[in-house]
């Protein structure tokens, strides 16, 4: 009889193991990372400025560090919802693989969770943390050496080939690949991951048990993702995002340790106090004017610290109640790169030349594509909008929002008003205010040429946005109707009876003799749907942009580029036309030009160009602001023209 006992607990305490050891580990195993010193960033050469200047840390005491980063299983303990999410866009859909899309903010009450479940202090890495325990003792690129291994990537290089999806296939399993010298896995690459610091310079000085900055904008990520070139998974490498943006790159690790007692660097507040405060008093002007062009793009000095990259392009300007311009540009050596800023100048009251470029608005190894300015007289505030990627391409973008009530002197800091890394998202200069006081931002809804545009709508100030229409393709042709304007990059107008209007580049439409024109598109319902006809207008191609604006003065303004011709006894190039009745007909065109023989730089796709009698400008993007004077402010990627109503009507 005992014998009998003794089997058959035997066989459930054998079959206990195995069902015990089927199931995932439900806390994160982690790996004693002893104290010491180490040597922290690089020389920042290139786009990798912001990890100089080397200097040296101290981790004092030594910490426990997660093994693999935390799994949708263990997530999912804390929060159960968020299985919902597995599978999103094709990743992470299995118990053991990272666990993605979660914000700083999540990833800090896990943490919180965590500790009072296990009774022990659990919490995000510091930045210093990450990186020492990421080298394990080595200065090569990487914990292992200098060359990142054909068989650990996991689709590490840019995506832009594929112009719809994401690249939906499993790359996000842990334990994959080679373990480090401190137990670690997947420190380079899998997901990108968060950590305490908020993101800021480093500073020269030698330093024990940092912690990063005291406040900020970003906060750290490190080590790169699947989906990702190599050289942003090295060790030195820093990375940053909104604390609230979550997508399908991004997950973490934990540390089990105390928090570090060194106090947080001061950060120190961002306020240009060279911008004037004193309000402006517009002079009208009632004589026909056109000046020189200038330039607005201008390079920083050298040794500023300012990056400036070769490719200089998709502008936005607007006019500041304390008589400045305000224009903003990215500047970038590939449209598809990381390193991809927003920079800006200002032309003040009485000057003829721009100041020189400055950082505007960057979240760093992030792309940056698509930029608005607007200035709402109702609400007293300058409004800027931008696209900010997950990664390099600009065809998932998410909308940040910022705010100046002080002549961009000071800007609040950046809001997710469209959260999602979707389509759609792509921001074009062209903001305006309807008659019921909403705001209208129009938008790519796709990232390529014959994808159509769509409008978000904002009833609060530009707090909360709403999309109107849908993200597709459509039927663009004439008699037909869609959920998004036909041609992207669009300008939107508001008529006079309330309708929208709208015109762009691509999805062009022939005309009653076979003419292949520009698409105009109606919406009668503030942008859920639109109908299509031809316009009057030539179409335009790549490296153009138009700009489509009501007057101060009441007409509607279209601004765009004749069709290229190697006839250069045919006047070509920029022009202007107007509409006084709601865009059913229009003015001759008029070419941007006052005659002058001008031999000019118009940066960007457009290059050099002679402007005279015949012709304008032959490329460029476009976007305009008409100041309370009259004058209308327009600038190509590199130029500035200033002219007014009474010259285009000469």
């Known amino acids: 009889m005992n014998n009998l006992k003794y089997l058959v607990w035997s066989v459930f305490l054998t079959s206990s193991f195995h069902i015990y050891a089927k199931t995932p580990d439900l806390v994160p195993e982690t790996a004693e990372i002893p104290a010491g010193f180490f040597y922290m960033g690089s020389n920042g050469l290139g786009y990798d400025y912001d990890e100089a200047p080397i200097h040296r840390v101290e981790i004092t005491q030594p910490f ?5 980063e935390v799994t949708n299983i263990q997530y999912e303990q804390f929060d159960p919802s968020h299985k919902q999410l597995r599978g999103k866009y094709g990743f992470s859909k299995e118990d053991d693989e990272a666990v993605v899309f979660v914000s700083w903010y999540e990833a800090m009450a896990y943490c919180r969770w965590l500790s009072e479940k296990e009774g022990k202090t659990y919490r995000l890495p510091t930045e210093a943390e990450w990186e020492y325990a990421a080298r394990a003792g080595n200065y090569y690129a990487y914990s292992w050496g200098g060359v990142f291994p054909d068989n650990m990537k996991k689709n590490n290089f840019d995506t832009h080939h594929n112009n719809t999806t994401f690249e939906s296939v499993d790359l996000h399993s842990v334990r994959n690949g080679r373990r480090q010298a401190y137990g670690l896995y997947d420190i380079h690459g899998n997901v990108e991951e968060w950590c305490l610091d908020w993101y800021g310079p480093y500073l020269p000085d030698n330093q024990t048990d940092p912690t990063g900055y005291e406040d ?3 906060k750290v990520t490190r080590g790169g993702s699947h989906s990702t070139p190599v050289e942003f998974l090295r060790s030195a490498n820093r990375s940053a995002m909104l604390p609230e943006d979550k997508h399908y790159l991004t997950g973490f690790r934990v540390v089990q340790a105390d928090y570090p007692q060194s106090t947080p660097i001061e950060r120190i507040a961002q306020s240009d106090k060279s ?8 002079q009208k002007v009632d004589t026909a004017v ?5 330039e607005f793009v201008r390079p920083p000095k050298c040794g500023s610290g300012v990056p400036f990259y070769k490719h200089n392009h998709q502008p936005a300007i607007t006019w500041c109640p304390n008589g400045d311009l305000l224009a903003i540009w990215f500047s970038t050596d590939s449209e598809f790169g990381r390193e991809m800023t927003v920079l800006s100048s200002r032309l003040t009251p009485g000057t003829n030349q721009w100041q020189r470029a400055k950082e505007f608005y960057k979240v760093p190894d992030r792309n940056m594509t698509g930029a608005a300015l607007f200035y709402d007289e109702r609400n007293k505030t300058l409004i800027h909008m931008n696209g900010v990627e997950a990664a390099g391409w600009w065809r998932n973008l998410a909308v940040v929002m910022r705010k100046s009530q002080d002549n961009g002197a000071t800007w609040t800091k950046g809001k997710l008003v469209l959260p999602e890394h979707t389509l759609g998202h792509q921001i074009i200069a062209g903001t305006f205010c309807t ?8 938008c790519d809804a796709m990232p390529f040429m014959e994808g159509g545009s769509i409008i978000h709508t904002s009833d609060d ?3 909360t946005w709403r999309t109107r229409g849908e993200v597709a393709k459509g039927d663009f042709a004439a008699g037909k109707t869609g959920s998004s304007i036909a041609g992207i990059h669009a300008g939107v107008v508001e008529l ?3 309708n929208l209007l709208a015109l762009g580049r691509g999805n062009n439409i022939r005309d009653k003799e076979g003419i292949e024109r520009m698409p105009v598109s109606i919406s009668k319902d503030g942008g859920e749907t639109w109908s299509y006809s031809a316009s009057a207008f030539p179409p335009i191609r790549g490296g153009q942009r138009l700009v489509l604006k009501r007057l101060n003065e009441g007409p509607i303004l279209l601004i765009s580029f004749t069709p290229v011709s190697k006839d250069n006894s045919k006047p070509q190039g920029m022009y202007a036309s107007l509409s006084y009745d709601e865009g059913k007909t229009w003015t001759p065109k008029k070419f941007i030009s006052d005659g002058k023989h001008r031999f000019l730089d118009g940066g960007a796709w457009t290059g050099h160009f002679i402007m005279d009698a015949l012709h304008a400008e032959p490329k460029g993007y476009l976007a305009a602001t008409q100041t309370p004077d ?21």
């Open 64 to 68: 426990r560090m997660g093994v693999t």
């Open 216 to 218: 900020g904008e970003f």
């Open 275 to 282: 911008i004037s405060q004193e309000p402006y008093v517009w």
């Open 290 to 294: 056109f000046m020189d062009p200038i």
């Open 435 to 442: 008659s019921d006081g909403t705001l209208v931002q129009v």
């Open 461 to 463: 100030g530009g707090e």
């Open 496 to 498: 006079k009876n309330g």
């Open 630 to 650: 009259g004058i209308i402010h327009l600038i190509s990627s590199k130029n500035h023209y200033r002219f007014n109503l009474q010259w285009l009507e000469q």
